[in-house]
């Protein structure tokens, strides 16, 4: 079961270990020792899960999650931590986590966890896709950009949605056309470019989180 897991350890012998058992077990992982830079990463990038230790050099694990939950990032997380209280763990569901690990720990079960968290989490969410703070809901048709409902026409949705399938390719124009027009009429490449541009309008009217790039020449892709 391939998947892509961000963790957040600080201390450093314990991240290696961990990653070496996530990856050994089929997973992709990117560690990182701090909060410092992961709210860039995963502004530019999509992951599965996330294991977070919550005593964290200059940041509270949970409040983190929190913040991240607030700005739209739904990846499932589990916490390892050492904070073991009935209170702590109350505290950390209540912000966002779902599951909760004491350390020490067994690495098989953190496998085994990860594992059950996301069978559930993709099966639940098989309806359901992603991108940075985007959610598109394929079963309503709806769209939240962190958290708020965004109104698109069925064409804007159908193109935001063949871009999210897509997000690791460049579209060019004439695949967009056959996917999204489906080929109704003559239609020019500038039709394209003036839905991509009203679409970008809605999803980022204030022109800060370009999430969609053109690629002069060639087409489109996510960012």
Same mark, same amino acid.
């Given at each position: 079961?391939?998947?892509?897991?961000?963790?957040?350890?600080?201390?450093?012998?314990?991240?290696?270990?961990?990653?070496?058992?996530?990856?050994? &077990? %089929?997973?992709?992982?990117?560690? =990182?020792?701090?909060?410092?830079?992961? #709210?860039?990463?995963?502004?530019?990038?999509?992951? *599965?899960?996330?294991?977070?230790?919550?005593?964290?050099?200059?940041?509270?694990?949970?409040?983190?999650?929190? $913040?991240?939950?607030?700005?739209?990032?739904?990846?499932?997380?589990? =916490?390892?931590?050492?904070?073991?209280?009935?209170?702590?763990?109350?505290?950390?569901?209540?912000? @966002? %986590?779902? *599951?909760?690990?004491?350390?020490?720990?067994?690495?098989?079960?953190?496998?085994?966890?990860?594992?059950? /968290?996301? !069978?559930?989490?993709?099966?639940?969410? &098989?309806?359901?896709?992603?991108?940075?703070? /985007?959610?598109?809901?394929?079963?309503?048709?709806?769209? =939240?950009? &962190?958290?708020?409902? /965004? #109104?698109?026409? +069925?064409?804007?949705?159908?193109?935001?949605?063949?871009?999210?399938?897509? +997000?690791?390719?460049?579209?060019?124009?004439?695949?967009?056309? #056959?996917?999204?027009?489906? #080929?109704?009429?003559?239609?020019?490449?500038?039709?394209?470019?003036?839905?991509?541009?009203?679409?970008? $309008? !809605?999803?980022?009217?204030?022109?800060? $989180?370009?999430?969609? +790039?053109? /690629?002069? @020449?060639?087409?489109?892709?996510?960012?």
């Amino acid at each position: 079961m391939s998947a892509s897991v961000l963790l957040i350890e600080d201390e450093s012998d314990l991240l290696e270990l961990m990653e070496y058992h996530l990856q050994k &077990a %089929g997973f992709e992982t990117t560690g =990182f020792l701090s909060t410092k830079r992961v #709210e860039q990463f995963l502004e530019e990038e999509q992951v *599965d899960l996330m294991v977070v230790d919550r005593n964290l050099p200059g940041a509270e694990g949970s409040e983190f999650v929190q $913040k991240l939950r607030d700005k739209g990032i739904q990846a499932p997380v589990i =916490f390892v931590t050492a904070k073991d209280s009935n209170e702590d763990i109350e505290e950390g569901f209540m912000r @966002g %986590g779902d *599951d909760y690990l004491t350390k020490p720990f067994n690495m098989n079960e953190l496998v085994l966890r990860l594992r059950a /968290i996301l !069978k559930r989490t993709r099966n639940e969410n &098989a309806h359901l896709l992603y991108h940075r703070d /985007i959610t598109l809901n394929l079963e309503t048709r709806e769209v =939240f950009v &962190a958290r708020q409902s /965004i #109104e698109l026409t +069925k064409l804007e949705f159908d193109l935001l949605h063949t871009l999210m399938s897509h +997000k690791n390719s460049v579209l060019n124009r004439e695949f967009l056309l #056959e996917k999204v027009w489906e #080929e109704e009429a003559c239609f020019q490449d500038k039709t394209v470019n003036v839905a991509i541009n009203r679409l970008k $309008k !809605k999803i980022d009217p204030t022109k800060t $989180k370009n999430y969609i +790039k053109s /690629i002069w @020449g060639v087409g489109y892709t996510l960012c």
